[in-house]
């Protein structure tokens, strides 16, 4: 069954530093998300990508992220530089025809900020 | 605003029992869609059960099913006959659509921590 994957599963950076967490998306999707979940928290969406664009992003989402799709199966999430507070867990996810399909979650990128 | 509850931080159970999750939301959509997702130690987002709001049957998937109050805004899992690797984190979620770009996000819940016990 296809799945949606991420690398790495640990990253650790200095405050400061640029990081880039990779996601590869399920083949035939075209939507495609990145959320966040800090530690104890609930999972909070920060960002959807369709049509090499994105389409829509939270509040979270400034200026020190962005989001690229370099080639046709890599999604990418770069944070500018990293700040203690961006440490949490990134989950990328996609869907298929319309937005309103089931989003499948990849097993997501555990960040730490030091 | 468009929210999700779950007001039930930990739940335990013993295995071959049945337990039930509870979860409410608020919005003034008519149509809408709602899921379970399951988060085991690992962390990664696993999802259980989806529920379109148009249909008034309630969705199930094996031991999985739900119990959805369209009126009364609830959306309960139930699981039966409760196994060892159901211990997770369960979270509720409601898919709103993002204006005018015909995408949509999930607004999760707090999610509800569910132990079984041997």
């Known amino acids: 069954e296809p799945e949606v994957t991420q690398t790495p599963s640990h990253q650790v950076t200095q405050m400061g530093q640029e990081v880039i967490l990779r996601c590869v998306p399920i083949?035939?999707?075209?939507?495609f998300y990145w959320y966040r979940q800090i530690l104890g928290q609930k999972v909070e969406f920060l960002v959807s990508?369709?049509?090499?664009?994105?389409?829509?992003k939270s509040e979270i989402f400034d200026d020190q992220f962005s989001v690229e799709r370099p080639d046709g199966s890599n999604f990418t999430l770069k944070i500018r530089s990293t700040k203690l507070e961006d440490s949490a867990m990134y989950f990328c996810?996609?869907?298929?025809?319309?937005?309103?399909?089931?989003?499948?979650f990849g097993p997501g990128t555990r960040l730490t900020v030091l | 605003a468009q929210t999700v509850t779950q007001s039930q931080p930990e739940m335990s159970v013993q295995e071959a029992e049945t337990v039930t999750l509870s979860c409410t939301y608020d919005?003034?959509?008519?149509?809408?869609?709602l899921f379970w997702y399951k988060q085991p130690p690992s962390r990664q987002m696993i999802l259980v059960i989806r529920?379109?709001?148009?249909?008034?049957q309630n969705a199930t998937e094996n031991r999985f099913s739900v119990n959805f109050q369209k009126a009364a805004k609830s959306f309960s899992l139930k699981i039966s006959d409760s196994q060892l690797g159901d211990t997770a984190m369960y979270f509720c979620?409601?898919?709103?659509?993002?204006?005018?770009?015909?995408?949509?996000?999930?607004?999760f819940g707090t999610g509800t921590r569910l132990k079984v016990l041997a």
């Open positions: 996810a996609s869907s298929d025809r319309t937005g309103t399909d089931t989003q499948y």
């Open positions: 083949s035939n999707h075209l939507y």
């Open positions: 990508f369709y049509n090499n664009e994105i389409s829509e």
């Open positions: 919005t003034s959509e008519n149509n809408y869609y």
């Open positions: 529920q379109e709001a148009y249909k008034q």
């Open positions: 979620a409601f898919m709103k659509r993002l204006g005018a770009s015909g995408t949509y996000k999930y607004i």
